[in-house]
Every structure is written in C-alpha cells, then in structure tokens.
C-alpha cells in the first residue's frame, strides 16, 4: 500500500528530513568535486606536472575569474523567466550536473611530458571549464534554499543539513583519496588522479539527482508582468545588494572566515611540518573540527526557533575568538615552548581547535539560512526577488577571499624567509620542500602566524554578524508577516483580474 503523502495549505508536500537531506545531498555534489580541486589540484600541478614557477599565478588570475564569473550566472538565472516542467533553479542545477563530470576531469590532464605552452593552456581551459558547470550548478543551488521553504526553523535544517552535506563531501578526498591517487614511494599518481576525478564527478551527478526529485519548492517566485513593468536591471541589482545589510554582513562575516582559515590553514601545513614535527597528524587534527558541526546539527532547528539565526551565530563567533586567543598563548610565552619541547602545544593547539570548531559550527549551520533571510530582505525592501544575483555577488566575494587568504598568508611566510625549494627528480616528478632547511625562530613565527591569522577570522564574523547583519529574531518576524501579507494581496489581486 503506497503511503499517503500529507500536504500543507497550498497543496505541497509538507517540509520534513526528506527535504534537508535531499538539500545535504546537493552540497554533497558540489564538493565532491569542489574539494577535490582544492586538495589535489595544487599538488596534481606543481608535482606531476611540474608548473611550480607558474601555478601561483595563474590560480591568481583563475581564482578572479571564479569570482566574477558568479554575478553573472546569477544574473542570467535571475533573468531568465522561461518556463520549465521542473522549477528554474533545478533545471539549471541538472545542466551543471552534467557538465561538472566533464569540467572535473578536464583539471586533471595527466600530459606531465607536454611543453610547458601547452600545460599552461591545459590547465587554465580546463578550469574555466570545470568552473563554468561548478557555477552553473552551485549557484541556483544556493539560491534554492530560500524558495524551499520560507520558515525560519526549516531554512535552518536546510542551512544545518548542507554543512552536513559540505562535511562529507569534503572527508571523502581528505581522507580516501590519499589511499587511491599516491604511490608506495609518496608521489601522486597522475593517472590514476584523473580517474579519481571522473568517479567523484559521477558520484556528484547522482547526489544532483537525488536532491533535485526529492525537493520541493514551497515559495512562489513566479514574477506577475505588466506592461509598464522594467526589465531586469544588473546593475541595479547589484545596488541593491550593497544596501542589503543583511546580505553585506553575512558576505563580510563569510569573507573573514576565508580569509583567515584559508591563509591559516596554509601556515597549518608548514607548521606541522617544521614546528611539531608530525605532518602525519594535521588531517587527523581537521577531523576533529568535524565533530562540534555534528553534535549541534540535531539541535539547530530547536535553538533558531527559541533564540534568533542571527543570535547563535554572535555566541559562534565568540567562540571562534576566544579559541584563537588560547592558541596565543605559545607564542606569547605563556606556554612555554623550545625547539625540542612543543608537547604542550600541542595540547593547547588541539583544545583551541575545538574550542573554534564549536563557535564554527554553531556558524555554519545557519549561515545559509542567514543568506536565505537576506534574499527575503531584498525583496522585502526593494518588492524585487533576485535570488540570483543576492547569491552569486556573496559568492563572488566568498571566492575572492579563498585566494587573498592563501596569497596573504604565503606573502606572510615568503617575508619571514619561507622559500619553496621543490626541484625535479630524475623521473620529471617534484619533491616535498626540505624541511630541515628553516630555523626555530622561523618556525616559532609561522606558529604564531596561524594564531594571528585564525584571530582575523573570529573578528572579522563578529563585526560582519553582530554589527552588519541587522536581522535579529524580532526584526525577521515582523518581515516574514509583511511579505506574507503582500503575498496575499498580490495573489488576491491576480484572482480578481483573471476571473
């Protein structure tokens, strides 16, 4: 006997865990083939095929055309009023789906005996194509979240269940895929890395699938024309991101995050390496960072609807700076530490990681549903939806700052006399900086490096949260009634004029 299906009012499926772990299965998707590019890339291109003297400056340029490359799809999307059997948003999100098979494996060419012209060409086409789809697919998607569902606690299980989602997809190459694409000796595996990234672009066409038949559009979005009324305006709807504060605060929130953990995370490395002395443990250390974002996803729904999106992310960023604060306390000299005794440290440093794994958590499970509010804002006061572009222009700077962090922190590193003496063996393949080669003062000052950089991040979701973002509890009731009641009216008015 097939299960009957309870519907709300206006005859939709009522929202339920179908819906956030077909939402989840989205961001599964994209960072199956997101995170790959972001762990293996960098070293598929400098190791196996050997474009250490041009890879910083060419993700660069890359990088910036990531970033502006968003608006403009969002545009397009937003622009679009075509009819679809699916909804918009979904049809777009399918299309990059598709392509994103192709694009992923296109940034893992193994041709390491090409010219160098050429690996330039290969590695840039394959990019631009690869972040075509990816853009295609990942920014209607996170437009979607609004449109599921327009209650708070719902669009904070959506907001909690794709962290969920991002977690996974990013474990998956953290973790399995050093198994998979390394040889006996250490050396990346070429082909076999190319394989890889076709098998985590199928496996992220399958989670496209499952979310897009198991989602629901709840919101109406449909735009009533008129004869008088203006065509869609890109620029104006870039104005009217500016004076989104919502949508400001949270991008200001988000780029700190990037650009603090991103230029951290790449001191991260070098610390393990020269500091404490066990590279080995770095990812088993990230995983725990996992754990608050598990432990507080089954709560987040109860917690928004009793204490405000906007309220639990201030507590989070608290959190966030009081553990960078703790992982002062080494190179401030309140732990003391030498060349030979960092034992301690190590200590601290994996408390202070939790400690800023809570405050991350608590963040990362409503920052979507926070961007979800901000598109309800813009139309609250503009009376104009544009999901697209409100998403893909917080997008766009979100990108933007996944390479200043990086370039900073290794700008940072160079000054401090950090050299990357990478030379080619014998084989063509590049080996691992030498480690012995850098001092302990140089080493003490790349750990306080991380700490400093980790501060930046915590300050940065403060201001953005607690002083930018201006849609506490109270404020988002009140705009949720009166765009509710617009909606009635709107809808009232049609009826009247068809019948």
Not at 6 to 11: P, R
Not at 34 to 42: E, N, Q, R, V
Not at 267 to 274: G, M
Not at 337 to 354: C, H, K, N, P, R
């Amino acid at each position: 006997m097939k299960k009957e299906v309870k519907l709300d009012a206006n005859g939709h499926r009522k929202f339920g865990l179908r819906d956030s772990v077909a939402y989840a299965a989205g961001d599964l998707g994209c960072n199956m083939s997101f995170a790959l590019k972001g762990t293996i890339m960098p070293l598929f291109w400098t190791q196996v095929m050997g474009l250490s003297a041009w890879y910083s400056l060419l993700i660069v340029i890359l990088q910036f055309w990531d970033a502006i490359n968003d608006p403009l799809i969002g545009s397009i999307v937003d622009a679009d009023k075509r009819k679809y059997k699916r909804n918009k948003f979904l049809q777009y999100i399918w299309a990059g789906s598709i392509g994103l098979i192709i694009g992923g494996a296109c940034c893992f060419l193994p041709f390491p005996g090409a010219p160098e012209w050429a690996k330039i060409i290969i590695f840039m086409a394959g990019y631009v194509i690869w972040d075509a789809f990816y853009t295609v697919a990942n920014v209607p998607y996170g437009s979607l979240l609004s449109l599921i569902s327009k209650e708070p606690a719902d669009r904070a299980s959506l907001s909690a269940w794709r962290s969920i989602g991002s977690m996974i997809g990013n474990m998956v190459p953290m973790i399995i895929l050093p198994f998979l694409v390394y040889n006996k000796d250490g050396s990346l595996n070429g082909p076999m890395v190319f394989v890889a990234a076709l098998v985590m672009g199928v496996l992220g066409f399958l989670c496209f699938q499952f979310m897009i038949k198991n989602t629901e559009v709840r919101v109406d979005t449909d735009v009533k024309t008129t004869e008088d009324q203006p065509k869609f305006n890109v620029f104006k709807a870039m104005k009217n991101f500016v004076k989104n504060r919502p949508a400001v605060g949270a991008t200001l929130a988000a780029m700190g995050m990037f650009i603090g953990m991103q230029g951290a995370n790449t001191a991260v490395a070098v610390t393990f390496q020269i500091y404490f002395d066990s590279p080995q443990i770095s990812g088993l250390i990230s995983m725990f960072s996992m754990i608050p974002i598990v432990v507080f996803t089954p709560l987040a729904r109860k917690m928004v609807t009793k204490y405000g999106k906007k309220e639990l992310s201030l507590v989070g960023s608290v959190c966030y700076i009081v553990g960078a604060a703790v992982l002062l306390l080494a190179p401030l000299g309140i732990i003391p530490v030498t060349e030979t005794s960092t034992g301690l440290d190590l200590i601290v440093y994996v408390v202070a990681q939790l400690i800023m794994a809570l405050g991350l958590g608590i963040y990362s499970t409503v920052s979507w549903a926070m961007m979800g509010d901000a598109i309800d804002y813009n139309e609250w006061k503009t009376g104009t939806r544009e999901e697209g572009v409100v998403y893909s222009l917080h997008s766009f700077f979100r990108k933007l700052a996944q390479g200043v962090g990086p370039a900073v922190a290794l700008t940072i590193m160079q000054g401090m006399g950090y050299v990357n003496n990478a030379k080619p063996d014998a084989s063509g393949n590049f080996t691992e900086i030498d480690v012995n080669l850098f001092s302990w003062d140089f080493a003490l000052e790349v750990r306080s490096l991380v700490a400093i950089l980790f501060l930046v991040a915590g300050v940065m979701l403060f201001i953005g949260l607690g002083i930018v973002y201006n849609l506490d509890k109270k404020t988002l009731a009140q705009m949720n009634k009166e765009l509710e009641e617009r909606r009635a009216i709107a809808e009232t008015a049609e009826a009247t004029v068809e019948g």
